[in-house]
């Protein structure tokens, strides 16, 4: 039996995607995508892709390098452009020396995610700055018993 943990969905003209992670009876997850495309006269054709976990990674990597490629449909005030001004490789430079994203966000008045779009599209993987619960210091941590 599979079961659907999340699902979200995209229409697009004459198209819709519906993207879900399902889990299968053995408790393995993998992403599934349906594309459905709406022609005239209820022959609607499907097509299903299937893929696991660890193609994920490589297949948002490759689709985000692929991005750069194709021509933006989007209003201009959507699309995610990076500044002609903006000094890629001293944001690099600072976000490997540890300085967090939202500091850089205030340093080179960008938004977050035209930072974190800077670090993919320069193989940058972007890493998680929040503290672990068990190290953060409680108020009665350090007391005495």
Same mark, same amino acid.
């Given at each position: ?14 198209? &819709?995607? *519906? ?19 709406? $022609?005239?006269? !209820? !022959?609607? /054709? ?8 660890? *193609? ?9 390098? +692929? ?9 201009? &005030? ?6 002609? !001004? ?8 600072? =976000?490997?020396?540890?300085? /967090?994203?939202?500091?850089?966000? $205030?340093? +080179?008045?960008?938004?977050?995610? $035209?930072?974190?779009? $800077? *670090? ?8 998680? &700055?929040?503290?672990? =619960?068990?190290?953060?210091?409680? /108020?009665?941590? !350090?007391?005495?018993?």
């Amino acid at each position: 039996m599979l079961n659907t943990l999340k699902t979200k969905q995209i229409e697009y003209d004459k198209s &819709s995607f *519906l993207i879900d992670l399902i889990e299968n009876e053995r408790g393995v997850k993998y992403i599934q995508i349906v594309q459905v495309i709406t $022609v005239e006269g !209820n !022959n609607d /054709k499907r097509q299903v892709i299937k893929f696991n976990n660890q *193609l994920l990674y490589d297949m948002i990597h490759t689709l985000q390098s +692929f991005q750069e490629d194709l021509p933006m449909y989007l209003p201009e &005030s959507k699309r995610l452009k990076a500044p002609h !001004n903006l000094d890629v490789k001293e944001l690099i430079k600072r =976000y490997c020396n540890g300085i /967090k994203i939202e500091d850089l966000v $205030v340093q +080179f008045s960008v938004s977050k995610e $035209v930072i974190e779009q $800077v *670090l993919r599209n320069n193989d940058i993987e972007i890493a998680n &700055s929040d503290i672990p =619960y068990y190290l953060k210091r409680g /108020k009665n941590r !350090n007391q005495r018993r």
